[in-house]
């Protein structure tokens, strides 16, 4: 939130400009969203005004843009944006779920008075909408103490539409365990966790959905509402609704088919948001919900323009659909003919008489040119104007107000004349003559735009071992056993005790039961997609061979890597000095929040620079995610103290991304950067080559070319090397001999497992950056058989909101026909063709054409699925998509969604029945993609896969595919603990007879795969802390343990026993025939004289010679497990 909204709206409400805009009958000519902004911001909060300002945009996009200028003014003021369903024509796909979530929120913020400040588009007041009396019917009040039936709880969350999943993950989700209700309601930011006693709600609760961990102040009371625009019922008042709109459509029945099918699977089906009009609760419209307020709308004339343009473009949708056999809802059916509010204020097109003499023009745009900026500023100033200097951080208002100071510009304070810097964040600059107000911002400023700070989380880890999504087929590894299909979970009695247990198919019909308890012998098999690796035989000899074969390559390996570190140690590199003042002004001049992960990187390199050791650091992380702005970083501080730079890209259109990257960033700063590739002509690359030689040049990004012999660097200082994979053997070698004695940071777009990272820590310097972008997975993903019309449809959207589209066809022979067609369906597009047999030079003509914005549809192979970052692109086709892998559809649907436009992924297949079973599977998981759902986790671990072997090599990555990468990281934390002289492995402790039927309680966690997932994760831990900590953490998702349930409390009491005796070195605990036996192993840290002591002091302790220590037992039936606790206790203070 910025600091001088409310002091610039109170400026301009000093020296407001003529006329009253609320007159009646007033107009005003529409002007940019940031004017707009400031000038209706003068109304919000005056007395004698209503409470309420409602303005029209006149598309859905400016809407979004005022909104947000709006939230800067009125910082804490209740500013909403109801985004409308104009733009989706209704067919196979929802609206994405960011704006399903928005618009119910404003509801809610409407009906709760939050709203101060709504923001429409052209069309949205005519929507049909359910009635708010209606909706505030439906709605749920819990208040803590008070009694909520649990049944009646989750039947009622059903019936407002929350779906039950085994873990709250993503909004509008909910589950149910023990006495705790997990809950994630649309309008908050956090889930929720309800307790429970008996039927008393004892506490509300938010947590971080990552951890699941309680987090902030718990709350007295909630209110749910519904969470669609209609009473949906058991789904068949949906479906009474599209069938009566069958008749309008060709051949409906398979749609027909299709959607009933999805209603009984999933409890929804893709686009019903837009058949909620036609349900009986639809009476209403936005005038309904809004109390009385300023309303800002649009000229009438202008207005019913707008409105005919969308109706055009809807129906034309429709129709198309319709030809594709999809069934749509007619126009008629969500919108009524006229909006009934009453408006204050008029926003015409055009400026006239009638209109307030109010005018607003934009501002004159520098590109980074602060000299000339500093002549316009003083002009400004001469001539009676007050200049805003507005930064969208505060890094960026101070260096602002740094940039007034140095060039003696007058400074503004109050109403006075003069220029200011101002922390706010706005879309645009612009003048408003009559008052004299100007407001720069950075896209004037430097030529770019602001945009929102991603959000401060990562991402989970695709690889999380905890096997919780293990489903009947997949493939495990038993450490000792080998490679084993999963079969399911069973329950068996040993010894009159029940015990659950995995049950594993191995080859030749084996089958081998494994406990819950002994889930750390278990791992889930991970190699690359689509490698299935054949079951292991038990009792047979090939598993051990394996993990031998496999554990000396981690050896030679591990050797190899702890030698190159060891080297490393001893090289002499330059030291840069800490940053000084053009360094931190470079730093406060980035217009975006620096995401944890990129700091962390930041604070890594500039370590490493500090040090006289030569850098040489890997840093990964997604396009987009803010490698480059580290590289840069790392890049100015070398630069600023006189050394040089060579950016090392692997193509020439990474190049000139690259080059055009670092020179919009560096505008602005005395630093000189170059570019060196084949489309640099030779009288440019003859002057550029000397210039670099006699230290003109401090930054040059180029492609291989820069590893010639005629390349001299005067004082070569860093090499960034972008994608080092895909450089061949011989450009390598001639790396090898760059780097010696220079810093050199390495930037890879193929992720790493966190895992592999964390085993080389200390050996390779890896720095991963895995924060996505904001709104980066919020993509809309379709997955639909091809039709021309719907194709046709999808790029003749993006390409009237000025957009371009990726269009993925993976066989070269028939790419050129494809594209034919397109040209065809979309005449007025203009179409570039890329392939793998192109000529280098075609192909990356073709590539620079789509990145300049010269192409609108790129009609290509997977050739774009690495590398290429083009905001404008934000609509993918995929052809015949049931034929690509997990993680290539996921790598490629990670081009589109780069900006703040929303994003569209078509997956284009052939009719269903025509796939194969896997494809089918592939594309139901693709339907459902989730961040943290497993068909994500599926693609993000078989990239991470790839990122692993491009890091090991080759060889390793053989290994990994024979034993599964979870066994080869802990082989290769072993060894290298053993090449270091660390202890390798963790101690084996046996407990026998302590506590039978300790175990974790099915009435406490009920379901298997949860507690399959907790006893993995407990037999990782090492300290009573840690366990102390993981049991609160499973008390608060599971409820407190019952004192009902002395199962699960000995387990944990059985634990503590287990980790005192692994600190000790004491292999077994027992109890037997009535004694306490400790058995020491030969590496107990203990001292055989004090030992013997206590043994002599103690009664009734005796020493065998085998090493064990026995006692009497004591006390109750939780006395052996209290009392071997006290034991190892006393031993530890020996």
Not at 99 to 124: H, K, N
Not at 158 to 173: N, V
Not at 809 to 828: G, K, M, Q, T
């Amino acid at each position: 939130m910025n600091d001088t909204g409310h002091e610039l709206r109170d400026l301009l409400r000093s020296t407001g400009p003529a006329g009253d805009l609320g007159a009646p009958g007033a107009r005003l000519r529409w002007m940019s969203p940031g004017a707009l902004a400031l000038v209706l911001a003068r109304w919000v909060g005056r007395e004698g005004r209503p409470q309420t300002l409602w303005v029209d945009a006149p598309s859905e996009a400016e809407a979004r843009i005022l909104a947000q200028d709006l939230q800067a003014l009125l910082p804490g003021a209740g500013v909403a944006h109801f985004p409308g369903f104009a733009g989706y024509a209704g067919g196979e796909s929802s609206p994405p779920g960011m704006v399903l979530r928005e618009r119910l929120s404003t509801l809610v913020g409407l009906l709760e008075r939050r709203v101060q400040v709504l923001v429409t588009g052209p069309l949205t007041a005519c929507e049909k909408l359910p009635h708010p009396t209606w909706f505030q019917k439906q709605k749920l009040e819990l208040r803590k103490g008070a009694e909520v039936p649990r049944e009646l709880l989750l039947e009622t969350l059903i019936a407002l539409g929350y779906r039950r999943t085994e873990m709250a993950s993503a909004p509008g989700e909910f589950s149910s365990r023990g006495m705790v209700v997990d809950l994630w309601p649309d309008h908050l930011d956090q889930p929720l966790r309800l307790e429970t006693f008996g039927d008393e709600l004892e506490r509300l609760s938010p947590f971080d959905p990552d951890s699941q961990r309680r987090t902030g102040e718990a709350l007295e009371t909630l209110t749910l509402y519904p969470r669609f625009e209609g009473d949906r019922g058991d789904g068949e008042a949906l479906l009474a609704a599209v069938a009566s709109r069958a008749s309008l459509t060709q051949e409906p029945g398979d749609d027909l088919a299709f959607r009933r099918a999805r209603l009984a699977t999933h409890g929804h089906f893709p686009g019903e948001e837009l058949f909620h009009p036609l349900l009986a609760q639809a009476k209403g419209q936005l005038v309904h919900w809004v109390p009385p307020c300023l309303r800002v709308r649009l000229d009438p004339a202008w207005e019913e323009a707008l409105r005919e343009a969308e109706r055009t473009r809807i129906e034309d949708g429709l129709a198309m659909l319709r030809r594709g056999g999809v069934v749509c809802p007619d126009f008629e059916d969500r919108f009524l003919p006229t909006d009934p509010s009453r408006s204050t204020l008029l926003l015409t097109e055009w400026q006239s008489e009638a209109t307030v003499p109010l005018a607003a023009q934009p501002v004159r745009e520098f590109q980074g040119r602060l000299s000339d900026l500093a002549d316009h500023l003083q002009d400004l100033a001469l001539t009676g104007h007050r200049v805003f200097l507005a930064g969208s951080t505060p890094g960026m208002r101070d260096r602002f107000q740094e940039f007034i100071r140095e060039h003696e510009l007058p400074q503004a304070y109050g109403t006075e004349v003069g220029c200011r810097a101002l922390h706010l964040s706005l879309s645009a600059g612009f003048h408003l003559k009559e008052p004299g107000l100007v407001i720069f911002t950075e896209r004037e400023v430097f030529g770019r735009k602001a945009v929102q700070a991603a959000p401060k989380k990562s991402r989970s880890s695709a690889f999380l071992s905890d096997l919780r999504d293990l489903k009947p087929g997949d493939r495990v590894v038993h450490l000792d056993h080998g490679i084993g299909e999963f079969v399911g979970f069973a329950t068996l009695t040993v010894g009159g005790e029940e015990q659950e247990v995995l049950q594993l198919r191995y080859a030749d019909g084996g089958q081998l039961n494994v406990s819950l308890e002994r889930a750390d012998l278990m791992q889930r098999y991970t190699g690359a997609e689509g490698h299935l690796p054949p079951l292991d035989k038990l009792g047979g000899a090939s598993w051990a061979k394996v993990k031998r074969r496999a554990k000396k390559a981690i050896r030679d390996m591990a050797d190899e890597l702890l030698k190159l570190y060891a080297q490393r140690k001893l090289e002499k590199g330059h030291a840069y000095p800490a940053d000084g003042p053009d360094m931190a002004a470079f730093d406060t001049s980035f217009p975006f929040t620096l995401t944890p992960d990129q700091v962390e990187a930041i604070e890594a390199v500039k370590a490493d620079l500090e040090s006289p050791r030569p850098m040489d650091r890997l840093l990964v992380g997604d396009v987009g995610f803010g490698k480059t702005e580290v590289a840069m970083r790392a890049a100015a501080k070398v630069a600023l103290e006189g050394k040089q730079v060579a950016v090392l890209c692997p193509t020439t259109v990474l190049c000139f991304q690259h080059f055009r990257t670092f020179r919009e960033r560096f505008a602005g700063f005395p630093i000189r950067i170059e570019m060196l590739n084949r489309f640099v002509d030779a009288t440019d690359q003859k002057r550029i080559l000397q210039e670099l030689g006699d230290g003109k040049i401090e930054i040059v990004v180029g492609t291989h070319q820069m590893l010639g012999a005629k390349v001299k660097f005067a004082d070569l200082g860093l090499v960034v090397i972008d994608e080092e994979q895909r450089f061949g053997v011989g450009h390598k070698e001639k790396l090898k001999k760059l780097r010696l004695n220079v810093d050199q940071l390495a930037l890879s777009a193929t992720p790493i497992p966190r895992t592999l990272h964390m085993s080389l820590t200390g050996l390779r310097e890896i720095s991963l950056i895995e924060t996505p972008p904001k709104d980066r997975l919020a993509i809309e993903t379709v997955v639909a058989p091809w039709s021309d019309e719907l194709v046709q449809t999808a790029i003749q959207f993006e390409l009237r909101r000025g957009g371009q589209v990726y269009l993925v066809h993976n066989r070269v022979e028939s790419i050129v026909s494809i594209a034919a067609r397109v040209r065809e369906l979309v005449p007025d597009a203009r179409v570039g063709v890329g392939h793998g047999q192109l000529t280098d030079e075609g192909l990356e003509q073709v590539m620079l054409g789509f990145m300049e914005g010269r192409i609108d549809v790129l009609v290509a192979t997977t050739i774009v699925e690495n590398g290429l970052d083009v905001p404008n692109a934000n609509t993918l086709i995929v052809h015949r998509a049931d034929a690509f892998g997990l993680s290539q559809l996921y790598q490629l649907r990670g081009r589109v969604g780069r900006s703040d436009v929303p994003a569209y992924a078509y997956l284009m297949i052939p009719p269903k029945h025509e796939i194969s079973e896997d494809a089918r599977k592939r594309l139901q998981a693709l339907e459902d993609f989730s961040e943290l759902g497993s068909g994500f986790r599926v693609a993000a671990m078989d990239l991470e896969l790839r990122g692993a072997g491009n890091l090991l090599g080759g060889e390793q990555s053989g290994h990994i595919h024979d034993i599964g990468f979870e066994l080869y990281v802990k082989l290769l934390e072993e060894t290298l603990s053993e090449l270091q002289g660390q202890p390798s492995g963790t101690f084996e402790v046996k407990l026998d007879n302590l506590a039978p039927g300790a175990q974790l309680g099915r009435r406490w966690i009920d379901q298997a795969s949860e507690r399959l997932v907790a006893y993995k994760r407990i037999s990782r831990l090492r300290e009573e802390k840690d366990l102390e900590l993981y049991r609160m953490d499973l008390e608060d998702r599971f409820g407190r343990i019952s004192e009902d349930d002395p199962e699960t409390l000995r387990f944990f009491e059985l634990l503590k026993v287990k980790l005192r005796a692994q600190v000790l070195a004491v292999s077994e605990v027992a109890l037997d025939k009535g004694q306490l036996k400790f058995r020491l192993s030969p590496q107990t840290p203990l001292d055989p004289a004090k030992l013997m002591a206590w043994v002599g002091r103690t009664k009734g302790a005796s020493l065998s010679p085998d090493g064990a220590v026995r006692l009497p037992v004591q006390g109750t039936a939780d006395g052996p497990i209290l009392q071997a606790q006290r034991v190892l206790v006393e031993w530890a203070g020996l």
